[in-house]
């Protein structure tokens, strides 16, 4: 970011063991709410023992923290596989059901009931096309290339590829050919061919797991480590049983290790 190190130290140093207070002059009853907070579990066979009850100790920390959960904005989504999905028994907080809902936007993703990302590639389609306008408005001015490749990757690419790295591998080849051809107006507009997005998704997959990797506090970092070959380097490919397990980030993002350079030269240096 090209930040002038005095700088950077001046801030560290100011809010270093430095607590904020906010002052009041007469008493005022301050409100916190529990935002952006999710509860997953896995249930099978209908044993909803543990969930339930985590619910439940949810619910009671967050009132003993003076923590409000708004229940009319709690929102349960069941992913569920299977073509004849059993009846699911409502969930409860304080007295009131919690509305149970086919899609839900989470951190700024659209997950549905089936995990095929449909409902996200619609969002992200219309959001795509809406900011396409303004970079073909631009490119109207004769701006250079530059500056519009620049606009590009901040403007529209950041919204079209907004979190490739869950979605990338599992997405429906109609979503990816919408997708797809929404790059190539775009690249149309700034005179070069734009990365597609399964080319953007691989890219980004394997930096994510080499980050991964070099991260000894990232919850996935001994799983993938301990996948690693003591003789090879290379990483072993994990069983799937569907092809839905087979495209998701872990088994994908170990493929693409294996057959990229960027695995070879740490298989080298192991």
């Keep these: 970011m090209q930040v002038d190190p005095n700088l950077i130290s001046w801030i560290t140093d100011y809010l270093t063991d430095r607590p904020q207070y906010v002052r009041l002059k007469d008493y005022v009853p301050l409100q916190k709410f529990s935002d952006d907070t999710a509860i997953v579990d896995c249930v099978r066979g209908g044993q909803e023992a ?6 439940e100790d949810f619910v009671g920390w967050c009132h003993r923290n003076n923590l409000l959960l708004n229940t009319s904005k709690t929102k349960e989504l069941v992913v569920d596989f299977r073509r004849a999905r059993p009846l699911t028994q409502p969930v409860f907080i304080a007295g009131v059901e919690v509305e149970m809902v086919k899609t ?3 951190l700024g993703l659209h997950l549905d009931e089936r995990l095929d990302w449909s409902a996200n590639t619609d969002i992200l389609y219309r959001k795509g096309q809406s900011r396409l306008y303004f970079l073909w408005r631009l490119g109207s001015f004769n ?3 530059k500056l ?13 590829f907004y979190a490739v790295v869950c979605w990338g591998g599992s997405i429906k ?5 919408r997708l797809d051809k929404l790059v190539r107006r775009a690249g149309s507009v700034v005179g070069v061919e734009l990365d597609s997005v399964v080319k953007v998704a691989e890219r980004r997959t394997l930096h994510k797991l080499l980050s991964i990797m ?9 799983i993938i480590m301990d996948r690693r070959s003591k003789f090879s380097g290379r990483l072993l490919s994990h069983s799937c049983s569907t092809d839905r397990l087979r495209r998701s980030f872990v088994p994908r993002a170990i493929r693409l290790y294996n057959s990229s350079q960027q695995g070879r030269k740490r298989e080298e240096d192991s």
């Design 50 to 55: 543990e969930y339930r009850p985590l619910v």
């Design 104 to 106: 839900y936007r989470y």
């Design 214 to 222: 070099d991260d000894d506090g990232h919850p996935l970092h001994t």
């Design 143 to 145: 701006i250079c290339r």
């Design 173 to 177: 080849k109609r979503d990816k050919m």
């Design 148 to 160: 519009l490749q620049m606009f590009f990757q901040t403007v529209v690419a950041s919204c079209v």
